[in-house]
């Protein structure tokens, strides 16, 4: 450990297998032996900068400090974001791509979404009451895909369910992959993309019809500053940037069927949805639970901060994981507990399971808002209105896999709906 540029410094030419081999606690341990919030490394063979914490994350998402464009690895923006998507913009571009986003959230839309929510989960569960096992994950997969599209004005025929929840979710199942599952996934962007893009077209040349709040609708007559409509490939990216994200909505309910199992004792506080705790709930689960690892921007101009130099174009990641977990934030991280939310400050900067800081402004999760209510949803489900027996499997989860998830997609058996 060497300390040039008034930050910790990491011995070694690269440190990128220690990041694939210690994954959501790479830099959580070095923080920890560091003793020192932000720290420098190698990655990918260039220099790097890791920082967590709270005030850490508020410097982060300073936009004067802080770039996105050249940030994400190409791998990570061929196969999860998409070339041109809103992830990848700064400035005035970015806030006026992320305001049509933020459109799509307004609550009457969050509510049409948790309606056509509750109604397939029903039809969802009815079949499964003629099946003697389910992988949860799987079938949650299948009936977020539906949702999405539904939602977001996305004509699904039935024929094509299969086909679209598995091309939707390679690209984030697999968007940190090498090989020959590198090159599927991003075979799976290329054909969402051109389905996508073939539904804007028609929708362009007025054959198609979708909600106007829908995200088809507002994608494919979305203008640029400059007054142009968006290329039909950036628009299938931004609709494909909904799409996506709430087919990955599955992850958490996998988690949310594991923390019931894990932690019984919970279930008897959430027969009630409306009540506080049902969020507490979701919200512990969204904090406890392994998912999105960091995220990344790039310095954008030389700066000095706390006898800390920071030089430009250097990577920075934003340990999310780990901040969700920082004992100087968080009493007892590692247990379930989610009474911890009942005097949370809702401060922008120590939860950020989908990033940090503003929605408008910056480049928080657009969908946090609709991942908590289609959780509390499936709470709802899992806890009132079904009954089902957990059989023996390995529902442990990997620390290094990005995301995680219980191993066995969480099987359950025995299902039947209550009345
Ligand atoms: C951005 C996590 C669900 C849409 C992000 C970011 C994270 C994240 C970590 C980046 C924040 C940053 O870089 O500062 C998650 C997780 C989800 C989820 C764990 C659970 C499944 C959703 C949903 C939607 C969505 C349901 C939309 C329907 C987006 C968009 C961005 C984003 C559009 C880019 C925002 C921007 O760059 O301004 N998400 N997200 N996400 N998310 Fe999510
Ligand atoms: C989405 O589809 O946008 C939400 C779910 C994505 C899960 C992927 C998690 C691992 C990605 C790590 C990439 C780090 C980027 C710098």
């Known amino acids: 450990m060497s300390a040039e540029n008034g930050m910790p410094k990491e011995d070694g030419l ?27 490394t190698r990655l990918m063979g260039k220099p790097a900068i890791c920082m967590g914490g709270k005030e850490a994350a508020k410097l982060f998402y300073d936009p004067a400090k802080f770039q996105r464009e050249g940030a994400a690895p190409k791998r990570v923006v061929k196969t999860l974001f998409g070339e041109g998507g809103v992830q990848t913009l700064d400035g005035e571009a970015h806030q006026h ?10 609550p009457k839309e969050v509510m049409r979404l948790t309606d056509i929510f509750v109604r397939q989960w029903m039809e969802t569960a009815q079949k499964w009451t003629q099946q003697s096992e389910v992988v949860l994950y799987e079938e949650a997969k299948e ?11 996305v004509p699904l025929p039935e024929d094509d369910v299969k086909r679209r929840t ?29 389905w996508v893009g073939g539904l804007i077209e028609e929708v362009r040349q007025n054959t198609l019809h979708p909600p106007e709040e829908s995200a088809l609708y507002v994608f494919s007559h979305h203008r640029e500053l400059d007054g142009q409509l968006l290329d039909t490939k950036t628009a299938a990216v931004e609709v494909l940037n909904i799409l996506r994200p709430i087919t990955a909505v599955s992850i958490y309910l996998a988690f949310t069927a594991l923390a019931l199992h894990q932690f019984p004792e919970e279930k008897p506080k959430l027969m009630d949805v409306d009540e506080p705790y049902t969020k507490y709930f979701v919200q512990e689960v969204r904090r406890f639970y392994p998912f999105f690892p960091f995220t990344g921007a790039k310095v954008k101009t030389d700066f000095e901060w706390s006898g800390m130099d920071f030089k430009e174009g250097t990577l920075a990641l934003l340990d999310l994981y780990g901040t969700n977990h920082d004992p100087e934030l968080w009493e007892n991280p590692d247990l379930f507990q989610p009474a911890r939310f009942e005097d949370w400050d809702k401060s922008p900067f120590d939860f950020i399971p989908q990033g940090g800081g503003d929605y408008y402004a910056g480049h928080r999760c657009a969908g946090e808002w609709i991942t908590i209510e289609l959780m509390k949803v499936s709470v709802d489900f899992l806890v009132n209105r079904l009954s089902y027996t957990v059989p023996d499997q390995d529902i442990s989860f990997s620390m290094t896999s990005m995301p995680s998830m219980p191993k066995s997609g969480f099987i359950v058996r025995d299902i039947s709906i209550n009345l």
Do not use: H
């Open 166 to 194: 598995s091309e939707l979710s390679a690209m984030f199942e697999s968007s940190v992959s090498a090989g020959p599952e590198y090159w599927k996934t991003r075979r799976a962007r290329r054909k969402a993309e051109k």
């Open 14 to 40: 690269d440190q990128s297998l220690s990041l694939l081999r210690e994954g959501y606690l790479y830099i959580p341990n070095r923080r920890r032996s560091f003793q020192e919030n932000i720290f420098e």
């Open 143 to 153: 009936l977020l895909c539906r949702i999405a599209c539904e939602w977001g004005g």
């Open 97 to 106: 791509r992320k305001a049509a986003f933020m459109s799509l959230m307004a």
